[in-house]
DNA sequence: GCGTCTGCCTAAAAGGTTTAGGCAAATCGG
DNA sequence: CCGATTTGCCTAAACCTTTTAGGCAGACGC
């Protein structure tokens, strides 16, 4: 009987394709035994449970997105870094939906330290560097952008801005003028 | 045999509170017969699906938040109108995190055009008032705030501002303050 | 080539979802 | 007030997913 190679990372990148082509809540540890023609029990030597595939496909998303950000990154500052930033998340969320479903599954505290999410903060503050910010303002406004971001692409993935006029590109431009505008007069406590 | 007096209204009642207590993953309609103490296949005269059974819990919810928010908003305006609706969000979140998860869930658009969704949008729209905002500006603006107020509720619930200084309280504040500034001071495009 | 280890297997239990069809309680018309 | 109809909860059953236990054979180390 010839073996099919699985292993956890193989699972996880598997898992990442199924939640982006059908959706997260279809990723299921059967569904992926039938995507590698193996019995479903066969997984259960390369993930604990159901949920550690879930986390496994999260941190993998988490990985490529601090990947892309970073990459954006490099050799930008000021609105321009804010905006190539911003993009990569609203991008990658259209490109990789399930993907990006999965990134926000919670994680337990340890996990989450050991997380490419400790760049993502990173990369936020990096943007930061291009504004006049003193701690805490810094912080705050390290957790602003990461609400809009987030916010602003959970909501426009899920139709929250539905009707047509104006164009949510529209929207999101005006969004990162806005956060510059603030990021530059930032008001005093 | 006596009848259990089950509605459509009271599962779905039932469910949010079961969201509540044990978290939206484990709101299944097997649970809730169990609650209701009642054989399963009964509730699928209430229901259609188990999916059915989530989108009731979030209209309802939809519903619970509005109404707090025109609550809160009613004699408000300007700042004090914002922070009270940014806090109706939050603090709902807080008290009720089931129905909040069941809050966003992804309605058809003929169920989400009947929702109470149609009220978040208008009290969002209430609140700018108190500001000097044309369209299509408003509009950016009624975006903008509820990526912020969604994105930092369910980035602050899912323990992304960890670490503890400083305090999420103090950024809430301060992120009011920061979108207060930012809606007077609004950039021209 | 032999032994060990590992990977995928079969088997099986337990629980969730959903449909079909039945009986009895509630309700309504006379 | 009683018979007919409707409605609500039931049993039964099929199907799927999760997870554990234990087995056999292919891969690898010597």
């Known amino acids: 009987m010839a073996r099919a190679g699985l292993t956890t990372e193989r699972l996880a990148r598997a898992g990442a394709e199924l939640a982006d082509e059908a959706g997260l809540d279809r990723v ?6 039938r995507r ?9 030597s390369h993930l604990r449970n159901s949920h550690d595939l879930k986390t496994r496909i999260a941190l993998l998303a ?4 601090a990947d892309r950000g970073s990459a954006a990154l490099a050799g930008r500052a000021g609105k321009d870094a804010l905006t190539a930033l911003a993009n990569v998340y ?6 990789h939906p399930g993907r990006y479903a999965a990134a926000q599954t919670r994680l337990d505290p340890e996990t989450a330290a050991a997380s490419a999410g400790v760049r993502h903060a990173q990369m936020t503050r990096a943007v930061l560097r291009g504004y006049d910010l003193a701690e805490p303002d810094q912080t705050h406004a390290v957790r602003l952008l990461g609400s809009v971001f987030h916010g602003y692409v959970s909501l426009e993935m899920g139709g929250g801005f539905s009707h047509s006029t104006p164009d949510t590109q529209e929207t999101w431009t005006r969004t990162l003028d806005a956060l510059d505008s603030l990021l530059r007069n930032w008001p005093a406590p």
């Open 28 to 33: 299921t540890v059967s569904a992926l035994a």
């Open 36 to 44: 590698f023609d193996v019995k479903v029990a066969s997984l259960y």
């Open 62 to 65: 988490l990985e490529e997105l």
């Open 90 to 95: 609203r991008d990658y969320a259209r490109e």
